[in-house]
Structure formats: C-alpha cells, structure tokens
C-alpha cells in the first residue's frame, strides 16, 4: 500500500491529518504537481483526472479522492471515529462535510485555480470567477462563525472529518487572501484548538 501525494497541496494533507489522527502510517510517494507530472500519461494511469491524494492498495487497485481514501481508513480502524458514530451522527458528518466541502473548500481552492499561473494551461480559467469565489468564501466563513457559536466542533462535540476539510480549506485560503476577520471570535476559537492538535502538522 502507498499514497501518492504532494506535501505543498491541500487536499493531500486531509488525508495525511487523518493518518495521524488514527496513527497510521502509510508510505508515501511525492509526485511532482508542480512540474505536473500528475497531468502526465503515466500519472493518468493512476488517476485519469490527474488529481492527488491516490491510495494504492495491494491488489493494484486506485482510490483517489480524498474523502474516499479517508473513509477506506476509518473502515479499516474506527478509532478514533472521524466521520460520526450511528446513524444520526454519521448523517450529520456527512451533511457538514459536504455543506464545508461545496461552501467554503472548493471556493477557496476555485480562487486559486481560476486565476493562479500554477493552473495556467492546465484547466480553463476565469478570473473573475475566481473573485466571486473568493467572496463566496468569506461569506461561508461569516456563516460558520453564526454556526459555531453553540457548539465546540463543525459537526457538533466531536472532531470530524469536516473539521478537517474546514481547517484545510481555511489554511489554503491564505493564498487567496482568505483569512478570518477579527470580529469571527467564534470561528478563531475554533481554529486555534483544531489547529493545535499534532495531527495539524501532518
Ligand atoms: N477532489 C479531489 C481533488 C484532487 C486535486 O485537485 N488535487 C490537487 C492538489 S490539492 C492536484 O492534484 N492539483 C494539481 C493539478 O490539478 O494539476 C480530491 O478530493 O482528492
């Protein structure tokens, strides 16, 4: 088993943040984004949308997607439950990790992609897409500070995986001058302690 990934990408380090919560380790292989080897032929092989994170398990097979992969961990080792227990808090997980992953991730990643030189040549861009994005993203951050002032995590008393999608989606904002306003107190509260755990430096 290996993971493909690249140490600088955002959507790599979800799954690295979720090895570390459950004390994993899996080897991982670099893959060159930066001079987009991932676009390459053989890369495609792989992951014919070019995209890292990719688990490579035993038997050959590739799981790409990052929430995918970090669900194949938590079947693999439930602890500590990172996408709900039950059925009422697993549907809950769920709603906010998609809500997180729609209103404020790819926002903040389409800021990026939509006007960035890194991305040029590599998918179709438009600028100002990028900006509408780029306030689409705060407006989710003003809605989460509303959120998050009744309860400790995204999801409710527990850490998940929609913490993490937040948090790294938070992080990679700063790129796009995304950032936390002084007055959300409730989301800067929140982030300081997600941010404080070890498995943040993953
Ligand atoms: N939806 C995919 C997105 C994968 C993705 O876009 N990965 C980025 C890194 S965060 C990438 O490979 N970027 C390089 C490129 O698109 O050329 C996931 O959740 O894993």
Redesign the pocket.
Known sequence: MKIYE?QV????RRVRIVLAEKGIKVPYEQVD?VN?V??GPEFRKINPL????VLELDDGAHI????AICRYFEELQPQPPLFGVGAKERAIVEMWQRRIEFALFIPVADSFRQRHEF?KG?IRQVPEYAEAQRQNAEEALAWLDTELANRRFIAGDRYSIADITAMVGIDFGRVSKIAIKPEQKNLARWHAEVSSRPSAKA
């Open positions: 690249a990408a955002p959507n790599p984004i987009a991932n676009r070019a995209g890292v994170p790409a997607e990052s929430v991305f590599r």
